[in-house]
């Protein structure tokens, strides 16, 4: 049973914390606390949900009493010292990833951490960056094709900025410089394995209208600190045989993060082998954006829609090899990094796994 020391150092820990905010008291040379906790510098900015925020402070053999990591006033990961451990910290570090797509995009976000000493009182440090996220929902000018409209209702609300084109004539100039900023794309018209159409009905290649570009887009450096457009995380590309291949995942690039994670952390492609029907292309696109747009990963959505399928539950015919068939599993392609694989979330802090959505940040160095 904890001892009344402990219980008045549990029972103050509120106040202290809010007090902390306030105060900022001169470091003690060559110490204090910084933000972030390698001393480097913050990124340029947070988008998609595995961004990161961090403190690390030493204040000499001074003991450390309690720390806090703020990220906009709101308290996301904290230590008190327990008077019945052997001895409190003289260093300590808090990090949290979270999704940041909790702020709307445009956001200034401040991570702000703080630590008391024993004998010098609070230290803060503090750091700054823009939220960046931006959904591009762009629809070919067929007439017949009327699913965009599902995709940016479902996406309403999420805190992404929205790019719309609900049909028209556009050109693939214009869809280049839409995905300039773009961290979610979703396109629904007409395609082939290496090209898309753009609404004047122009091919989007693989490579020279998503790669080359991206490139350019991306700028020098690994994200998020590299000097131009934040990474795609999600493309889902509603049309004819893109799919056949992953040669689209070129929208991804650079496929790494400065974290040092595995190959399309938090990015995946999804995209159709065979021909698929205008007239399901609603259905289509719920089956898809809808638990992903409720923080499930691209891996759970597809394989829920593989099952619905397998149990008859949904029931589709595509074209393929120019034969009409029923719709199996695998017709619908998802291209992703191999840590359980297809793991990406639009919504809901990235876990690196395809469990059940967890809210929006994690702890993951608790001190």
């Not at 693989?206 to 690994?222: M, V």
Request: proline residues 8%; glycine residues 10%; aromatic residues 12%.
């Amino acid at each position: 049973m904890p001892g009344k020391k402990a219980v008045v150092f549990r029972c103050i820990l509120a106040a202290a914390l809010w007090m902390g905010g306030l105060s900022s008291p001169a470091q003690p040379g060559g110490f204090g606390p910084q933000v972030p906790a390698d001393g480097g510098p913050m990124p340029r900015y947070f988008s998609g949900t595995n961004c990161r925020a961090s403190g690390y402070a030493q204040l000499g053999n001074e003991p450390i009493l309690f720390a806090y990591l703020h990220l906009n006033n709101e308290l996301v990961a904290s230590y008190a010292y327990d008077p019945n451990d052997p001895e409190p910290l003289h260093a300590i570090t808090l990090e949290v990833m979270f999704d940041s797509s909790h702020w709307m995009d445009g956001t200034e976000v401040e991570v702000k951490f703080g630590v008391y000493g024993a004998s010098t009182g609070w230290h803060v440090a503090t750091g700054r960056s823009v939220v960046q996220n931006k959904a591009m929902l762009w629809e070919h000018s067929d007439p017949r094709i009327d699913a965009v409209w599902l995709a940016e209702s479902l996406l309403q609300g999420k805190n992404y900025t929205l790019d719309v084109r609900n049909g028209g004539r556009w050109s693939r100039e214009e869809y280049i410089a839409a995905m300039d900023g773009s961290n979610v794309i979703f396109y629904d018209g007409h395609g082939t394995p290496d090209v898309h159409r753009a609404g004047d009905d122009n091919g989007i290649h693989w490579y020279d209208h998503y790669e080359l570009p991206r490139i350019q887009q991306i700028g020098g450096g690994i994200p998020p600190f590299n000097t131009g457009a934040p990474p795609v995380n999600f493309i889902y590309l509603l049309c004819c045989r893109c799919g056949v291949t992953n040669n689209f995942v070129r929208a991804c690039y650079p496929y790494y993060m400065a974290w040092g994670g595995p190959w399309m952390e938090n990015q995946a492609l999804m995209a159709w082998r065979p021909e698929v029907l205008l007239k399901d292309y609603e259905t289509l696109t719920a089956e898809i954006l809808g638990p992903m747009s409720e923080g499930q990963t691209a891996a759970f959505a597809h394989a829920e829609f593989n099952k619905r399928l397998s149990s008859g539950v949904l029931e589709f015919d595509v074209i393929d090899n120019g034969v009409i068939r029923p719709m199996v599993p695998g017709d619908l392609a998802l291209y992703a990094g191999p840590e359980e694989y297809g793991c990406v979330r639009i919504k809901s802090v990235y876990t690196g796994t395809n469990a059940p959505p967890v809210g929006w940040y994690r702890v993951t160095v608790p001190f």
